[in-house]
């Protein structure tokens, strides 16, 4: 099983003006993972929000007719647009809860759409599905979420599940420590809920991680408060593209992907298996 970094399960203090934020709640802070039980519906109502990269992985995935393998899920961001577009989806995740979430979700979708998508709870970077398909996504860069000991058994698995001539559609995001000098953002988010949360994203010139921490955006009172945080590798694009075509992919396209501006530059990567 490959492991997934975080700085709420390795014990790892969170510095900088998140850092100060939770030290300002002192007791009250209650720290978690962002995809794990406590942290999984945050993660679902911030990305809920967000129609980021659904319309450049649809027009790429629309070409190849059939089944799209959906590694890493979560709780449907990209499932549903998907299905929305009539595609018949398997959708594997790895963590429980997300996909309590997501089966939640089909369950009360209709019978045409729930007849169409499939769940599995496996590792992305060690499954074995039994069939092939034309196209298997790995989106919301999600691959900076394995270690470089992971990828591999990431690439092995994907090229044992595409058909002949199918697309592995994945995207990536190089980090611009030049949109702020302090290696830190803050930024506001409102949630599919309505409510408000502030996330702060650290990221230091050269490193190979950024941590992701989310606080509610109003945290008065006097009861627990919830703190969601998660480290993510960096990846960028030519590394990844590096890897891939040792891996025995060949790129067929790579795609700027519309982030809305920020520190991120994400990119869509179009691989096929020689």
Avoid: K
């Avoid at 409510?195 to 606080?215: D, F, H, I, K, N």
């Amino acid at each position: 099983m490959s492991t997934l970094l975080s700085p709420a399960r390795a014990g790892t203090p969170v510095t900088g003006r998140a850092g100060e934020a939770i030290a300002a709640l002192g007791d009250r802070a209650r720290i978690c993972d962002l995809y794990d039980a406590d942290g999984s519906p945050v993660y679902h109502d911030i990305c809920g929000t967000t129609g980021h990269e659904v319309r450049e992985i649809l027009d790429a995935a629309a070409p190849f007719e059939g089944p799209v393998l959906d590694l890493a899920a979560g709780s449907g961001r990209l499932t549903f647009p998907l299905l929305a577009a009539g595609r018949t989806v398997t959708a594997l995740e790895l963590s429980a809860d997300m996909l309590g979430l997501l089966r939640d979700r089909i369950a009360l979708a209709p019978a045409a759409v729930r007849e169409r998508c499939d769940t599995v709870e496996a590792d992305m970077s060690d499954f074995d599905l039994g069939r092939r398909y034309p196209l298997v996504l790995l989106g919301t860069t999600t691959i900076s979420l394995l270690g470089e000991e992971d990828r591999p058994g990431l690439y092995r698995c994907v090229r044992e599940h595409l058909a002949p001539g199918g697309r592995f559609l994945l995207t990536t995001v190089h980090v611009d420590p030049a949109a702020d000098g302090t290696g830190e953002s803050e930024i506001p988010v409102t949630g599919l809920s309505g409510r408000g949360y502030v996330m702060y994203e650290q990221w230091s010139p050269g490193a190979e991680t950024r941590t992701v921490t989310v606080l509610p955006a109003d945290t008065s009172g006097e009861g627990p408060v919830t703190v969601c945080t998660t480290t993510i590798g960096v990846l960028p694009a030519d590394r990844l593209i590096a890897e891939l075509e040792a891996a025995g992919f060949a790129i067929r396209s790579v795609t700027p992907v519309d982030s809305g501006g920020g520190r991120h530059h994400d990119v869509l990567l179009e691989a096929e298996a020689l």
